[in-house]
């Protein structure tokens, strides 16, 4: 499972990491400059209420230049290159 949290904005989680990266990118291009936003690999808890974080496999910001990935994880991207990340 990957939740992620757009600031000031949309949250959510899904089971593709591929959408859940795409889903926080599609957010950031609305969002104000100067939203961050976080993807992280989580474990659904043993009560089923919340989840419990393994891995954040990427952050991102909207900026004036549009959305910039700032820090992934190999998990997240190939190589865990953030140049690799697509530049929305």
């Keep these: 499972m990957y939740a992620w949290d757009v600031t000031g904005g949309a949250c959510g989680a899904s089971r593709d990491r591929d959408q859940a990266l795409a889903v926080v990118g599609q957010e950031l ?33 909207r900026t004036e230049h549009g ?15 953030p140049a690799a990340a697509p530049q929305l």
């Design 29 to 61: 291009t609305t969002a104000p400059v100067g939203a961050t936003a976080a993807v992280v690999q989580v474990l659904v808890s043993q009560t089923g209420v919340g989840y419990i974080p393994v891995e954040v496999i990427g952050r991102a910001k």
């Design 67 to 81: 959305v910039v990935w700032t820090e992934t994880a190999a998990a997240g991207f190939p190589g865990g290159n």
